[in-house]
């Protein structure tokens, strides 16, 4: 039993011949990732909102087709099409104009992959937040004469943001769960270098268990923040019971 937990702790350990710091190394990727991501699929997600909600007839029409794509087609789908093919697309044409091949880095394209995804569920997120705003705000603000960019920057974007937060922090949640998915294009994020140590010393259980404890701590901390943010932007709303929150 002894031998067997010394065993354990030399796989965790930081140090070689220890894995635990590939382990570790890998959850900083996937952070970096998510984080890239979550906050370029946010960038997306309010232009999108806004398009869809006070742009014409075409930017409506592309952008509810964008939304319906990415929503509708498989994740581990979109990634592989957009990593595959959106390289390819991008080489074509940089080599139409007489450049070279680019060298995309692998964590540039997990955010950016990862990030027009986030950026269609953020489209919807912001959108409802948006028309869940007491309109009276909105009637208010435009008595005073305030434009329609000054309207979004001061009173929409604030108004909307304690309807917004529980979708978007369920969209953070979701995109550190996501980042596994680039395993498949060869990203050593956590699960590629929880594979590449399992498949190193067969000791598939121990890291895979240790993996899954790694996105059970990092969803416990995401929901400890999420629950503080989301109190402090609700001060003074009232609550489901009546009082105030």
């Known amino acids: 039993m002894a031998l067997a937990a010394t065993s354990v702790f030399d796989l965790l350990a930081l140090s070689p011949p220890g894995w635990g710091g590939n382990l570790l190394r890998g959850l900083a990727h996937s952070l970096e990732i998510a984080a890239g991501a979550y906050a370029l699929g946010i960038g997306i997600g309010v232009a999108g909102a806004a398009g869809q909600l006070y742009g014409g007839r075409v ?16 994740e581990l789908v979109l ?7 959106g ?7 940089l080599e139409a104009f007489g450049f070279g091949p680019a060298d995309i880095s692998g ?26 705003i007491p309109q009276g705000q909105i009637e208010a603000a435009r008595a005073y004469g305030m434009s329609a960019r000054l309207l979004m920057r001061r009173v929409t974007l604030p108004a909307m943001l304690p309807y917004a937060i529980p979708g978007l922090a369920n969209l953070w949640l979701i ?3 996501d980042t596994a ?3 498949v294009v060869g990203f050593n994020e956590l699960a590629q270098e929880t594979r590449q140590a399992a498949g190193a010393t067969k000791a598939y259980f121990i890291f895979f268990l240790a993996a899954g404890a790694l996105y059970l701590m990092l969803s416990l901390v995401s929901n400890a923040a999420i629950s503080r943010i989301e109190k402090r932007a609700r001060r003074g709303m009232a609550n489901p019971a009546g009082g105030p929150a």
Not at 59 to 73: C, G, I, K, M, S
Not at 79 to 85: F, H, R
């Open 59 to 74: 930017p409506r029409d592309l952008l509810e087709a964008y939304t319906t794509v990415v929503r509708a087609v498989p």
């Open 79 to 85: 990634i592989l099409l957009l990593y595959y093919a």
């Open 87 to 93: 390289t390819d697309l991008l080489n074509r044409g």
């Open 107 to 132: 964590l540039a394209a997990g955010i950016v992959v990862l990030g027009i995804v986030q950026g269609a569920y953020s489209t919807e997120v912001i959108r409802g937040a948006i028309l869940a």
């Open 175 to 177: 995109v550190t769960k």
């Open 181 to 183: 998915l680039l395993a």
